[in-house]
Structures are given as C-alpha cells and as structure tokens.
C-alpha cells in the first residue's frame, strides 16, 4: 500500500524565496543582513544546494568586460565582483586573482576586441592593457593570437564553497533552509500568498523566485512569464596534467556578438588543473548534462516555441556546428587550436558539463541581459545566466531593497 507525505501549513513568513543555487542564497544572506528581524525561508528542491548551474559552472570571477555599461550585467557584475572579494577575505575562502587575455585570432575579430577594450574602461575597470602578438606570447608563450586584451581583474573561486558559508551564515541570522522542496504552486489570499511544496503548505508575505532553470516554470504560477527557458549544455574537456604549463591565466577568444555565449576557452581552476570548453548546444532536458539526457515533455516544449523555432531559423549552422562539435573531439580540439595550436586530442580529458539557463523571448531574442518581473508580491528572477555567480551579492542587494518598498 502506498504511503504519501502528510503536508502541513507552517508559520507564516514575511519572504519565501524558490531556488538554493548562489542567487537565491545571496539574496536571503542580503535581505537578512538588511533586516535582521526578517522571518525568512528559502525552499531547495534538491537535497543538497547549488546541485545545478551554480554546482556546474567553471568557477571564474568575471571583472565585467563584456557587458553594454549601464544594463544590469554591467553594473551588477561590477558592484557583486568588490562584494564577493570581500566577502571571500572575511570568510578566508580561498580564491586567485589570475588575470585572462581575450585573443583575437582573425583581423575580422579586431573591431569587437576594440569595443570590448572600450567597454571596460567605461565601465570602470583599471589596468586593461592592449597586447601585441609579442606581448601575448610574452604573457602566455603557447598563445596564438594578432591582438589582445589583458584583464588583470578576473579570478576563479569554488562557488559550492561560497555557497556552503552563505548558507551556514543564513542559519546564523535565523533564516531557514528547507531541502527537498519543490515548489508545484503558489496560490493567492488576502494577506499574501501559500506556496505548495510536495511535503507542506507555506504562508508568505512575499515570494522571490530565484529558481535558476525552472524560473519561467514558477514564474507562471503568479504571472504570464514575458520568456521561456531554453537549456542550452556546455560541455568540458580538462588538460592532462602534464600540459596544464600551457595556460597560466584564462584564455578566452572574442566572442560572437550574435550569441551571449563566450566560446570555447581556458579556465584554471581554483582546486588545480585547466578546464578547457565550454561549447553550447541544446540540452534535451532542463537539467540534461549528458548526451543521453532526455526529458521528451521538456524537449517538445522547447521545440514548439515560437521563440525558439526563431532563433533555430536564423541561427541553424552555428548550432549545427556546435552540434558536431559536441560529438566530434576532434572538431572541438580544432576549436581550441585557434588560441593554442600546440593542443592535440590526446592532451584531453572528458570533462563535466553544466546547463545554461537561457531566457528565450517570443520574438526569438535570447535575452543577453538579467531580467527581473516584480508584481505586487512576487519578485521573479528570469534570466540570470552568467555573470550571475560573481553578481550574486549585488543581485541580492538589489531584490532586498526591491523588498524593503514592499513591506
């Protein structure tokens, strides 16, 4: 005979918030920390946190380069980047100030190198350095490339490990954790909202959706979410270990204009070895980090968006070539020879992957920005792909003062 978990109501609380990945925990640690009396629950439908885009991404530090000064990336990535660096020295969490170079490999690269050049000194960051091709290879000598950009300011860092102490930290000023909560409704009443959880009924104030791959899913519990969610897997390769000499900051080539993806590149990692990747095709599931990964409701619903048919239409080679790329490790080595040619397919190891949350318009726009929707009780984070992680504490400040005009 089945048995079912018996729900039950809990206290009433002032914030809920949906999704325990780094946005949602820096913003119950910022919304605490403004307001200590705060009777705060965040709901994880996992058993642990940070499970997903935030358990899976490669760990880097971003100095705020690549973003149209003035949108929410820019400002956001550039306050959260001096937020999170303080908050890694008091909490001795260790992380490195490495440095990358953005390399431009063709002349038909050179004018979005400029621009790039030109958006961070607009958007405040010091000591960029225009390279040679000699200066290239007197920073990096395995480097190929006719110009670059030098961005002192990057870094990696172990985001799990932030996690684990915005969590211990959140404890500590009496919020609430609750693992293994999926959220499958929200419903109104006079005094606020009961958000449904598959073990309990929880009565909130207000609600902040911070749920990372399913947020246009819980968006549309409240509201008719202005885009959907389209899961796009990045997959990794890592150096052996003998050739890791080969990189000694990050390396990144000029990303294409088209795409708010930033091409296959070098990444150190904090606990040692280079990361090499990511690609971007489209995952069969929202949390499809394998090739055999399936979910058929979720890739169906992808495939009739009309959204997504869009961006398909328009953009059907580079996705078919990132495509191949994904299966063909040889194409993807090709791939990585543009920026370092000494690499071979037998320098490379599988690697993991991650699932990009990647908010599609109707319209086929992929949302290059954050986007945040605010109704009178319910804040919805809908597109917060990367630099999301090194933003986490300014987005969390920003989502708590838009709760302080609430109260």
């Not at 709901?43 to 003035?70: D, F, M, R």
Request: proline share 5%; charged share 20%.
């Amino acid at each position: 005979m089945a048995t079912f978990a018996t729900s039950f109501i809990s206290m009433p609380y002032h914030v809920v918030i949906v999704g325990g990945g780094i946005v949602g925990l820096a913003t119950a640690y910022q919304s605490l920390k403004a307001n200590p009396n705060l009777k705060l629950l965040l709901l994880e439908k996992e058993n642990q946190l940070a499970k997903h885009q935030t358990g899976n991404n490669s760990g880097v530090i971003h100095s705020g380069l690549y973003y149209k000064p003035g949108g929410l990336k820019a400002t956001n990535c550039i306050r959260g980047y001096h937020m999170l660096l303080d908050f890694l020295q008091k909490e001795q969490i260790p992380y490195e100030l490495c440095g990358k170079l953005v390399v431009a490999t063709q002349g038909q690269e050179l004018p979005m190198l400029d621009t790039l050049f030109n958006r961070g000194i607009e958007n405040g960051l010091q000591g960029l350095e225009k390279l040679s091709p000699n200066q290239i290879r007197e920073i990096e000598p395995h480097c190929a490339g006719i110009s670059g950009i030098k961005v002192p300011q990057t870094g990696i860092v172990d985001y799990k490990a932030v996690c684990e102490k915005l969590a211990l930290r959140i404890r500590e000023m009496g919020g609430e954790i609750a693992l293994g909560e999926k959220v499958h409704a929200i419903r109104s009443q006079a005094q606020g909202l009961m958000v449904e959880t598959v073990t309990a009924t929880h009565e909130t104030k207000f609600l902040v959706n911070c749920a990372g791959l399913y947020s246009d899913k819980v968006a549309g519990m409240t509201q008719r979410p202005e885009a959907k969610i389209i899961p796009f897997r990045g997959e990794y390769y890592e150096l052996k270990h003998d050739k890791s000499h080969l990189v000694k900051h990050l390396i990144y080539p000029v990303p294409d204009p088209n795409f708010p993806f930033l091409g296959v590149h070098f990444t150190r990692m904090i606990g040692g070895g280079v990361e090499a990747g990511p690609n971007a095709v489209l995952a069969f599931a929202r949390e499809g980090y394998s090739k055999s990964k399936i979910d058929l409701s979720e890739l169906l619903e992808t495939l009739t968006y009309p959204g997504f048919l869009r961006v398909a239409a328009k953009y059907w080679q580079t996705g078919f070539g990132e495509m191949y790329r994904s299966f063909s490790k040889s194409a993807f080595t090709k791939a990585l020879q543009r920026l370092i040619p000494e690499i071979q397919e037998s320098d490379l190891m599988p690697g993991g992957a991650g699932v990009r949350a990647q908010a599609c318009d109707p319209q086929g726009g992929l949302l290059d920005d954050f986007k945040i929707q605010e109704t009178e009780r319910v804040i919805n984070v809908i597109n917060a792909p990367s630099p999301a992680a090194t933003s986490s504490l300014s987005i969390g400040a920003t989502i708590s003062s838009m709760l302080a005009h609430k109260q």
